[in-house]
């Protein structure tokens, strides 16, 4: 069993910064994609940044220019970068992998999610 342990999360004022960090504790074979998804009150799971197995990152138009999404193959960690946060931006923050395991079982896994409040 995998566990994704998130943190960074937290209170900020408009146009401050925050990095978040998600860990996998647990056997992976492979990580195929790592990614970060975010959830306001009264709306849908959407997806913020994600980054592949050969390096390719995608990111929502909305956050293009102020997150950076990074990751640490080693330590199984993936990472979001975010300045320059807007109101917004508040939502829980959620990470997501999508791993093979050492049966090359292609497996997905969320974490619990992190709250991110920006202030006005």
């Known amino acids: 069993q995998v566990q994704l342990v998130e943190s960074g999360g937290g209170l900020v004022q408009a146009g401050g910064s925050l990095r978040l960090s998600c860990a996998a504790i647990g056997r992976i074979f492979s990580i195929n994609a790592m990614g970060w998804y975010r959830q306001a009150p009264g709306k849908q799971r959407e997806l913020v940044a994600s980054?592949?197995?050969?390096?390719?990152?995608n990111y929502d138009d909305s956050v293009k220019g102020r997150f950076t999404l990074s990751r640490d193959n080693a330590k199984k960690t993936v990472y979001l970068q975010m300045v320059s946060l807007k109101p917004e931006d508040t939502a829980i923050y959620y990470c997501?992998?999508?791993?093979?395991?050492?049966?090359?079982?292609?497996?997905?896994?969320w974490g619990r999610g992190t709250q991110v409040t920006v202030s006005s």
């Open positions: 997501n992998f999508d791993v093979r395991d050492f049966n090359f079982v292609n497996r997905n896994y």
């Open positions: 980054i592949t197995s050969s390096g390719s990152t």
